[in-house]
């Protein structure tokens, strides 16, 4: 493990409720790619509300924590320290397989290019070895 939650929180600003990323396993030699890890447990706020009598983790919810995900290798970077990055958008997102408690997500953050202050990357969360979400999502770092 390279990152616990309290190192986390070090980096990015989100706390719970909010705080979806458990921990980060890697961050590439390039500093292009970061594997993190969210555990899904039945205690968590949203299952309360959504579908109660049959827990499933909201897909805006798995979106956010590779996003979180995403923040940290951004916002762990020298340049970037101290900033915050701010959600610019998200294309081709795709829901493969339903996360439930007890599910271990674990979530590839690839930054493919940057363009004028925004960082795009390509998203991947999976459980066990079962693609559950891939996607595109995009950033702005500012102050």
């Known amino acids: 493990m390279l ?6 929180q070090k980096i990015i ?3 719970y409720p909010f705080l979806l990323v458990d921990c980060i396993e890697s961050i590439s030699e390039d500093g292009k790619t ?28 798995i979106i956010e924590a590779l996003a ?3 923040c940290v290798l951004l916002l762990s970077k020298e340049e970037n320290k101290g900033k915050i990055a701010f959600f ?19 979530m590839t953050v690839t930054l493919t ?15 066990e070895d079962e693609i559950a979400v ?3 999502i995009m950033c702005a770092v500012g102050e």
Do not use: W
């Not at 081709?92 to 997500?105: E, M, N, S, T």
């Not at 290019?113 to 925004?118: F, Y």
């Open 3 to 8: 990152y616990n939650s309290n190192d986390i």
């Open 13 to 15: 600003p989100h706390r």
């Open 34 to 61: 970061i594997v993190g890890r969210k555990c899904v447990t039945v205690n968590e706020m949203q299952f309360l509300g959504h579908f109660p009598e049959k827990h499933v983790m909201p897909g805006v919810l």
């Open 68 to 70: 979180q995900t995403g």
């Open 88 to 106: 610019a958008g998200i294309n081709k997102a795709r829901f493969r397989k339903q996360v439930i408690p007890g599910d271990v997500l674990t």
């Open 113 to 127: 290019k940057e363009k004028g202050g925004i960082y795009f990357a390509s998203i991947q969360a999976k459980v």
């Open 134 to 136: 891939t996607g595109e």
